[in-house]
């Protein structure tokens, strides 16, 4: 399985940003798909994640902010980010669980300037 996030930038506080994580591999379907993020100095931490019976999981500190979800092929999740706040600036990784195997894409940087 390969992963490749893009959509991160620069944006004021408020704004909003589109994430994209284009998959592909097999028993993508199976997949449970996510958003990690980390911030400088921080540890990694999840931002959303998504089941294969289109679950999700959103943490706290994100929620009613930002949201996942993916397209019909179940091959490219997307993170919808609203109302950014500079909290919010990380690298964000995204990342598949297939058949108990974790992959990781690289980051997209993400900056929320105040």
């Known amino acids: 399985v390969q992963l490749q996030a893009s959509g991160g930038g620069l944006v004021q506080a408020g704004g909003s940003l589109r994430l994209s994580c284009a998959a592909s591999g097999s028993s993508l379907s199976r997949a449970v798909m996510g958003w990690y993020r980390q911030a400088p100095g921080k540890q990694r931490e999840l931002v959303a994640i998504?089941?294969?019976?289109?679950?999700?999981n959103v943490a706290d500190s994100v929620k009613g902010r930002f949201t996942i979800s993916t397209d019909a092929a179940k091959k490219t999740v997307f993170l919808q980010m609203n109302s950014l706040k500079p909290e919010d600036t990380a690298v964000y990784y995204c990342?598949?669980?297939?058949?108990?195997?974790?992959?990781w894409g690289r980051g997209t940087q993400v900056t929320v300037s105040s």
């Open positions: 998504i089941n294969s019976g289109g679950g999700t």
């Open positions: 990342n598949a669980i297939v058949f108990f195997i974790t992959y």
